[in-house]
């Protein structure tokens, strides 16, 4: 079993900066594809960003792109999601996702979840 936490949520004005972590325990994740997700209230769990094992792939949402940045340090077990230029529309609870399979832009392909961080940004 893997488990996943992930960090670094909070509050920040819009064009500020947040990093989030997501550490992993119980398994080694160095050859798991992982994902960030997001949930705003009411809303689905849409697809951020994921990341192939080595960090050599990665693959981001329109809405994310050129402004956020998914990396992982499999040495320290973790995964990371840098958030630049964060607009009040990127506001929602954050979700790290993994799976030793499926490297996949739907929630569905990831069998293994954190329990989410949240984070706003004020306009």
Same mark, same amino acid.
């Given at each position: ?7 670094? $949520?909070?509050?920040? *004005? #819009?064009? @500020?900066?947040? /990093?989030?972590?997501? %550490? ?6 160095? &050859?798991?594809?992982? $994902?960030?997700?997001? *949930? #705003?209230? @009411?809303?689905? /769990?849409?697809?951020? %960003? ?6 050599? &792939? ?16 499999? %040495? ?48």
């Amino acid at each position: 079993q893997v488990q996943l936490v992930e960090s670094g $949520g909070g509050l920040v *004005q #819009a064009g @500020g900066s947040l /990093r989030l972590s997501c %550490a992993a325990s119980g398994r080694t994740i160095s &050859n798991y594809f992982m $994902g960030w997700f997001r *949930q #705003a209230p @009411g809303k689905e /769990r849409d697809f951020v %960003a994921r990341i192939s094992w080595g960090g050599d &792939n990665t693959d981001y949402a329109d809405s994310v792109k050129g402004r956020f940045t998914i990396s992982r340090d499999n %040495a320290k077990n973790t995964g990371y999601l840098q958030m630049n230029s964060l607009k009040p529309e990127d506001t929602a609870v954050y979700y790290c996702a993994a799976d030793p399979y499926r490297y996949s832009r739907s929630a569905t392909g990831y069998n293994y979840w954190g329990q989410g961080t949240q984070v706003t940004v004020s306009s």
